[in-house]
C-alpha cells in the first residue's frame, strides 16, 4: 500500500537547523511532484515547498524562501526539507504529500502522517 513516512521533526532553538525526510512507497515515486505543507494549531494548512518530479523545478512559499531548501531522491523514494534559520513561526506539524501534477491546482494523491517541529528558545 502507498506509504508516506516523515522523520526528523522536533524542538529547536531560534536560528537552528533541522532537516525531514519523507520515505515513500507503494506507488511510482518519480512519476510524483512532490510537497512539504505545514500547519500550525488553529491556521489552515499552507504549502511550504514543492519539487517537480524529476527535481528540475522548485517552488517556496515567500516566508521560507532563502531558509527551506527542498530536495528529492528518486533513486531511494526519498524527499527532504532542509529548513535553516528556524523561526518562532515556523513551528507546526509538516506534511509530505505527493501530487500528479506539479500546478498547484493538482491536489496531492497521497499524504504523510505527519511530524512535530517546534522552534522554542
Known amino acids: 500500500q502507498v506509504q508516506l513516512v516523515e522523520s526528523g521533526g522536533g524542538l529547536v532553538q531560534p536560528g537552528g537547523s533541522l532537516k525531514l525526510s519523507c520515505a515513500a512507497s507503494?506507488?511510482?515515486?518519480?512519476?510524483?511532484?512532490m510537497r512539504w505543507y505545514r500547519q500550525a494549531p488553529g491556521k489552515e494548512r499552507e504549502l511550504v515547498a514543492q519539487?517537480?518530479?524529476?527535481?528540475?523545478?522548485?517552488t517556496y512559499a515567500d516566508s521560507v524562501k532563502g531558509r527551506f531548501t527542498i530536495s528529492r531522491d528518486n533513486a531511494k523514494n526519498t524527499v527532504n526539507l532542509q529548513m535553516n534559520n528556524l523561526k518562532l513561526e515556523d513551528t507546526a506539524v509538516y506534511y509530505c504529500a505527493a501530487a500528479l501534477f506539479y500546478g498547484l491546482e493538482s491536489r496531492p494523491s497521497y499524504w504523510g502522517q505527519g511530524t512535530q517541529v517546534t522552534v522554542s528558545s
Open positions: 507503494g506507488f511510482t515515486f518519480s512519476s510524483y511532484a
Open positions: 519539487i517537480s518530479s524529476l527535481g528540475e523545478r522548485t
